[in-house]
């Protein structure tokens, strides 16, 4: 885990992350120094005892399929109350691996929260839970936050555009991808010093 510095010990933000695999919200959630909570659609509620495991996991149910006012809304009252926002602007797991177009959605809710966004880049998920496996694999799993983005905006109507939101979006898909790079040049087996031991 890098840049775990740069989660604030208290106060709101949104954190958005790239997507390959159902592990990417505990592998987001344990790399934090505190409690987030997350989206997942609302389908993953319904299957016996997974739905009650990410709903104790400080998920809450999403309509991917069209406007799901209730689920916005809730997300913005966490924000204003002071909680940590998980969200993954792709929408979908990448098929490939490699990071797909971000939606504005996450820039809007940030933006109408009025809270800065951590872009997070994870890799290694899907190869430890990779699409429609129904087993863990080996792997490693690296996760890292950058900076905190802000997403205040000064139109006279006090609203950002879809111009400023989708500024603001592809400014945090172009820092996971940056982040992502960064993991990619540093493996594993090259993270650690090559020192002897005492």
Sequence with gaps: VTGREHIPPQGPALIAANHL??????????????????????????????GSL????YAFPVNREGDDK?????AIELLKAGELLTVFPEGARSADGSLQAGGRGAALIAAR?????????????????PLHAKFLHRGFIQVSF????????????????KLDLQ????????????LLQEQKAYPRFLREPDTPCD
């Excluded at 990410?54 to 996991?57: G, M, Q």
């Excluded at 500024?167 to 940056?178: H, K, L, P, S």
Aim: glycine share 4%; hydrophobic share 40%; aromatic share 8%.
């Design 167 to 178: 500024a603001i979006t592809d400014q945090v898909m172009a820092e996971i991808a940056r």
């Design 113 to 129: 929260a009025g809270v800065p966004i951590i872009p997070c880049a994870v890799s290694g998920t899907d190869q430890v839970l």
């Design 21 to 50: 695999s159902y592990l990417d919200p505990p592998a987001v959630g344990s790399s934090l120094p505190r409690r987030t909570y997350y989206f997942a659609k609302q389908e993953l509620f319904q299957i016996p005892l997974f």
């Design 54 to 57: 990410i709903r104790s996991c």
């Design 70 to 74: 209730e689920a916005f809304r809730s």
């Design 146 to 161: 950058a900076p905190p983005l802000q997403t205040r905006t000064r139109d006279n109507a006090g609203r950002a555009t």
